[in-house]
């Protein structure tokens, strides 16, 4: 019995296998969903994991972060919006597009007040990159005197 189940489950397998491999009739355009990734835009990132080491919150109120990002792509590239894992984060960043080989600049800026201890958290890039959605970890610890 046990036998008979592992043929049929085979059979089954290949069947489903066999069936993933075969083309069908449609043309190349007619599949508009479809990227290609060789000539999308590419999002680089200088730094995906930032650490600030170590802030006295009571000297130092804002700790501001640059980070260096490029298009690497063929195609252009476009921000959309990044977000943040914490309240105590703000993300600024040129609305411009970055044409194939510019640089810009994402400004990362931590508020201090409240914060006590190990610090790590991500800001969530979103843009129009084949490499869509990038993390950036922004780490670090904050104590007071």
Not at 20 to 42: F, R, T, W
Not at 49 to 72: C, H, M, P, W, Y
């Amino acid at each position: 019995m046990n036998r008979c189940f592992n043929l049929l489950a085979l059979f089954f397998l290949i069947l489903i296998c066999s069936s993933c491999n075969k083309k069908g009739n449609s043309s190349p355009g007619d599949e508009p969903y479809l990227i290609n990734k060789d000539s999308a835009a590419v999002l680089n990132i200088s730094s995906k994991i930032v650490d600030f080491g170590k802030v006295n919150t009571f000297r130092q109120e804002i700790v501001e972060l640059n980070v260096k990002i490029a298009n690497s792509g063929a195609k252009p590239l476009s921000l959309y919006k990044a977000d943040v894992s914490c309240g105590c984060m703000k993300v600024e960043f040129d609305k411009k597009v970055l044409r194939a080989g510019e640089s810009s600049k994402i400004r990362i800026l931590v508020h201090t007040e409240g914060n006590d201890g190990f610090f790590n958290k991500a800001v969530f890039i979103q843009s129009n990159a084949k490499n869509n959605p990038e993390i950036i970890r922004v780490k670090g610890e904050f104590y007071k005197d």
